[in-house]
C-alpha cells in the first residue's frame, strides 16, 4: 500500500485506512483503500503545519501537529473542517482509548485527553525495567494496552495503561533494514483493525504498508 510522504495511520475505520501525512508543504489527511493503496480523499494542510498523529473520534478525525501546538479536527464523512483545539506540548502520537485521547510528545510520558476540550485528564509516565522510555511517537490503542512506536528505533511498546509499564516489545529490525537507505526512513505507523484484528505498521518515508503477525520469542 503506498505511502507516499511520512504517514501516520489511524485504526482502520468502516474498513477503511486513514492517514495523516508529514513534512511542511506536504502534510495532509487522506483516505487509503487498504487493497490497493489508491488515495481516496485528501486534505491538504496549508503549508506552514507539519502533521503528526490521527485518531477517530465520534464520526470526526483528530490530527496533531508537531511545533504548531494545535490539532484540527474534520469531519470523517466529508472531511470538512469542524474546529481546532490547543494544547502545550509538541505532538507526535495520538489514539483512543474509550472516553479519553492519548496523546504522545516525544518524551516518557503520555497524556490522557478529554477529546471534547483536550483537556489533560491525566498523565502516563512509561517505564521499561525501571528506567523511562522516552521518545514515544506513534500510537495505538489494541486490545486494552498503548501500542507505541520509539522515534529512531525499529521497536514497538505494548504499555499496560494503568501503570505505564511496558509489558513487551516488538521488534522490526528486520522489515526496517529494507527501508534503512537515509536516516530518516524509521519506523512511524501503527493501524489495527479492529474487526479482523489484523495490525498494520509503516515508517517515515516508506512506500509500504505492512501487516504482521505478533509472536512471542522463544
Avoid at 472531511?79 to 481546532?84: A, S
Avoid at 495520538?94 to 485528564?121: C, K, Y
Wanted: charged share 15%; with cysteine; glycine share 8%.
Amino acid at each position: 500500500v503506498a505511502a507516499l510522504f511520512p504517514p501516520c495511520p489511524d485504526s482502520i475505520n468502516g474498513g477503511r485506512l486513514f492517514e495523516s501525512t508529514g513534512l511542511y508543504g506536504r502534510s495532509s489527511v487522506r483516505e487509503v483503500d487498504l487493497t490497493t493503496g489508491n488515495v481516496l480523499r485528501t486534505v491538504q494542510s496549508p503549508a506552514e503545519i507539519f502533521g503528526e498523529g490521527l485518531a477517530h473520534w465520534n464520526n470526526t478525525l483528530i490530527q496533531l501537529t508537531w511545533q504548531n501546538r494545535v490539532a484540527f479536527v474534520f469531519d470523517q464523512a466529508s472531511f470538512q473542517f469542524k474546529k481546532q483545539h490547543r494544547y502545550n506540548t509538541e505532538g507526535w502520537g495520538l489514539t483512543q482509548a474509550g472516553r479519553h485521547l492519548i496523546m504522545s510528545d516525544g518524551s516518557a510520558s503520555l497524556f490522557f485527553l478529554d477529546p471534547e476540550t483536550f483537556n489533560v485528564a491525566r498523565t502516563l509516565e512509561v517505564t521499561s525495567a525501571g528506567t523511562p522510555v522516552a521518545r514515544l511517537n506513534e500510537l495505538e490503542y489494541i486490545n486494552g494496552q498503548i501500542y507505541a512506536n520509539v522515534w529512531q528505533t525499529a521497536r514497538i511498546a505494548i504499555i499496560n495503561p494503568s501503570s505505564g509499564v511496558v509489558t513487551g516489545w516488538i521488534d522490526l529490525a528486520g522489515l526496517a533494514k529494507q527501508h534503512a537507505s537515509s536516516p530518516d526512513q524509521v519506523l512511524n505507523g501503527i493501524a489495527h483493525d479492529t474487526v479482523d484484528n489484523r495490525l498494520y505498521v509503516t515508517g517515515k518515508l516508506w512506500n509500504a504498508l505492512y501487516e504482521i503477525d505478533v509472536v512471542t520469542a522463544t
